[in-house]
């Protein structure tokens, strides 16, 4: 957004600001109040949560410190909406959040109203640059829930015996009669390569700063691995193969009983799968998602090749396009791959890499509240690139970043493979 | 119920599950979707939950195995909605309840209508003595909800940072100028006294056979123990004294971090109590409630004299009269004692006894499903006596026999002190 | 002992004492300081650690506050050595016994001698009758934990993949051609029935004060359960079967994967029992022994009849010889039944009654430390009768009160049906 | 050890077998076999389990596949003494260690006998180099144990309220008028280095392949953090101080009751710390030991610099000498520093970099049951470079990487800060 005047980027902002928010509000159609209330698990929070926590983030690090005269829609909400910023004060505990049923649906989304007037009345006159920057970082944080507002409720859905839709449209027509093209290798040549952001657009601080990498040749492979591929997997006995397995992996697959993807189901020896589209079969031809990072290291030694490093995969993104199955489309599933050359590396699925979630050289974190953001996560999780079927349009990019706990399952996560050449 | 046909008897019965079902279901107004949802801890259950087991019961036991033709309303609600009858199929676990965000509340009192015109509609020429039985068991349970829906949305609302109030009305006067009448021992000579239902009307399983029981003389506390002579307690150490306290319980309240009945929070030095009115001050002439049995034990030791045994207790109530502050006045708190003599033994608050929930000589399961009632909880808890202030008036008789874990607080729980002579 | 005067009772503690503390040095021959040192679960101690805490007790009580000028040991062992007297002090933490490695068993043994000699030496001139009734208790509390040394050695060894035998003499002949006799049911009338102690000689607090119980008509079976018996009710489905259980016992089922008792292993078809002499063959005709109260309840309702109460076992008991299979022989292992009549009541297994562990009708905590004795254990526990084939001979009586968690295996813990009549 | 012939190289590894087996031997002098038995935490073994394992390795990997006519020492010590070996069979599960009173510390001193007897006798004529190099692992492996063995009786001790020392000589003089000298930053130019093993002696399989790096310009302290410096950072409000950590230090910070470095203790005022001399005072002058990676980078971020990476690390390391202070001088605690310069990378403190433990580009794991010797602990784990006082003259080098999972404290763990240029 390389805009003439900061009133202008204010108003472009908030064009943006206004769809977003929108979007975010329409997910929250069709469900009802205990649907928006309850919280499957510790890692996943109610939609109520969502809705409610980006509009703190907005009042917090928006409207309060730089808006005159802006009334708080409520004093108790920043106790009960923080997630994490541990300089902005006390927070309601995490595990916890599904006991909230007052403040009710109606009343965030009141809340989201009363935010969006205040921000929407923000005067290009007397913006700052720092508002927009604030409000962009916003707008991208929202994404993000919408992204975690669909695998949450996903999972809670999961665990109702009922297996209800989030959405239920006509069924998908899933093609079966020819599968996916086979693996084809892309080589990389390798050498010093620039990597992370340019800083022509917006980028989380952990995509900077921009820097050199070293990569060796390399080959990636043209598509994700497909759920057909994970069933041979699984009957080639993957699941009882210590010697595939990373210790802590092996530890995690025994304890939580992994046997298959989360969310696959044996019915009487046909594989369903739970979706937002209710209980469905599992396709075979699309792109394997609800796996660990252990499980996609475990296949990946299992075939014998390995994942790509995040380099890598930034690398090789760049000569693709960076369209794909997103959210938008209402599909809220991974779609077979049917175009040769490297495809999908967009959308779909988000493929873990091999790559430790680490500061990249030269990484400072930000003053203030929001310099919390990403920099202290930095220590015992993945990275994971490229986006999903649940990832807004436009969120993601070759630089995008990631990341997660090597055992959590519940995110569109998949894996492509990668060699060395 | 002494009829003189069985066609009349249900009538009657039908009278009496047209009005004890409308309580429950008036219970519930005021709840959203989501409170009537989420569970806060595996002991309490959801209000959905509640409105819908006690509908399952009468399905399960009544219309289905006798009404012909009768149709499931969904035959998922089996799964759903049983408790802890092994013999009647899996179960729902029970600390997933507050993951059930559908059926919706709206569905569940759809589910009650349709369980109501089946048992309203059954007719008096065909009806069974057991058919009556059963509807005589199922009002019974209904109301033995009644008071854990009361108890389980306090204990949720407690854990809601807003302290929402469940039914707000005007506040209640609370006199304060006057104390209640100080301790007064009642004498009872002991022998060999008749205990147990005497079988011409309703009772529990548990409270048969009626039998001899022994008793040695003893004297019983006039009232109950008050809030103010349990913060005279904690004013001198009694939740750090370890010689007051049962191992079990000096080790409950070390883990647990006791040093208030449940509900208290320390407002800048005056003691506030979360109620079903929201947060209120603690009311110092009231009897105390939301205590262990193990702090009920401990406070006793620490005055010097017991807590009396249930035949001690039964053998006393004979002598007063059974009403009480009951759910009907929808006072919903304890109330101070002002009567002279031997009173408030009914309502109020439950009366922890020292006596184990252990069977009576001669007991025996019943047949079937049903015969799961109470026998099988008869290890490691303690018997409670004379109902609460959210017990249904009715609902409790001298022999009544409740029961919990000693380490239980969210029940109206409290204490009535008795010595040998 | 109704001794003439308190010198002569001193004179006749002190013969009581020497043979009773070597009577415990003997347990540990042929244990190394490791297999003295180890602590298998945080219900079993180190024997280290009973050798310790049973001379800590004639410390603390007898030594410290009686006899001038008596040196400590070492002061730093009153931390170590205290088990649950809150009163003493602090308390090294019960489940970290097994990390003392330091003191030695040989320092252990110094400390027994050290306090040996100085019990040895107090004179009876100066002796007041307080320390006599000390040294009483201490010598029956060291008893208590000769039998624990036993089960708590079984125990560990029992963890050990090698199953070493604590002391393996030739192997014992195990009739096995003819069995136990057939269960005879022997009635008693029942009526009012004086129960507990007589004040005759020594007897621990709980079994005070003697008072009435009243008992209704009841038979009890002529010996206890046998392992053939045992064997039966699990190939009956005893262990998957819910209605036999409590609920309660039936999750404690659920959670441990019982399905057999304690100490049983299926070898290829065969049952074998790890004992104190290694791994054997299940005894058919022998009592069962390691099972919890909850599986002597279901055995129980599996049979059709029930458990005794306490004091139905008490009043029976007083018809029988109290000799019995006990430790002195150095069996350790239950034997099987041979005499007919009502027999085995003492001696070879604890059998479970279904009573609660509560205070007798007017019992009162002793003052000082020692009144932790027992009072503190009065919840949550249920009573055993009749002692075990680790039970000191002469140690118990009938109106002995042993209680255990109901979920509680290691223990020779048995049952002896009994029935209403 | 670049040998003339398969027979000298052979005869070569004998004698350092000789000596590094009877250096772990010494270890043991003056631990008794309940010592060598416990097992205080999961983290830590036995001292017996480390010389048992240790000698199985050799017996499973050397002597069963490679010498005719080996007779095992005792078929049950493959299921006690493997680790983590998958490919080699079922093992005794690590938490219960320490209830293996059976075999004891003399059984276990003959097994390393038997096992050295038959190592010796390898006769030169027929050895294969497979066998000399699986020796060179092994011994390797053993001085890897060497330290365990040293760092795991320092944590039994430290839980034992006596605070034994493992070994007792003179208290060491420890200067204290002059402090180390100040923190001074070397430079390094950065560019594309050359890391990971040359291949011209030992290595493990994680420091290969050699390959390049890309490292920036960066600075690196003279010398370690000391304990004074931490005492700043305490004094400073570090461990109190959100801000400062990761989100995942933070967690086990506050879950843990982290406040000052492992087996400190604040004795009244005074800092004292547990060591394996006993409890002696913190020397302020000394490298602080016994951090986590968390502490450390929270330490780091609040000094205003960073953790070096394991390349910066390794670089920077061979312009130093690698002599420093290690196991052999038996001082058994890190020194103060007083040279002037990049000093004390090797010895004193292992140096916790910001590398997570992550495979080498073309790392490949070996085949057979050795192959699992590091690979499957590539994740989670956070490398530290240099060796500690507690490691074997001798066993590190440049290149050499240990690893420990980010909250881990037990190993004489530390850190030295870096910054970019």
Redo the contacts between chains.
Sequence with gaps: MAENSPAQKLSHLQDAYLRIRNETSCLAEGL???????Q?MPDASPS?WHLAHTSWFFETFVLVPHIRNYTLFNP?YN??FNS?Y??VGAR?PRP?R????????DDIKAYRNHVDEAVMAISGEAVSSQISTLLELGLHHEQQHQELFLTDILH?FA????K?AYRNPVPLEVIREDGPPDIVWHQFAGG?VETGDRGDAFAFDCERPR????L?PFALAGRAVTNGEWLTFMQDGGYAT??L??????DAARNSNWSAPLYWHDADGQWQQMTLRGLQPVDLNAPVAHIS??EA?AFATWFGARLPTEHEWEHASHSVESDGNFADSERYRPRPQTRQGLAGMFGDVWEWT???F??Y??FRVSGGAV??YNG?????QMVLRGGSCVTPQGHVRPTYRNFFH?DKRWQFSGLRLAK?C
Excluded: C, I
Aim: net charge negative.
């Design positions: 009802t109040d205990a649907d928006a209330t309850a499957s109520k108790d106790f009960l994490y541990e300089a309601h916890s599904g006991l909230l049923t007052r403040p009710s649906l809670l665990q109702n015996p009922l209800p010093v820097h050199e990498a070293l060796r210590a010697s397995w990373l210790a802590d992996g092996w990072y252990y290291d091999q790559s430790p680490t500061p050289p030269g310099g919390e202290k996560f930095m220590s015992g090597p060395d």
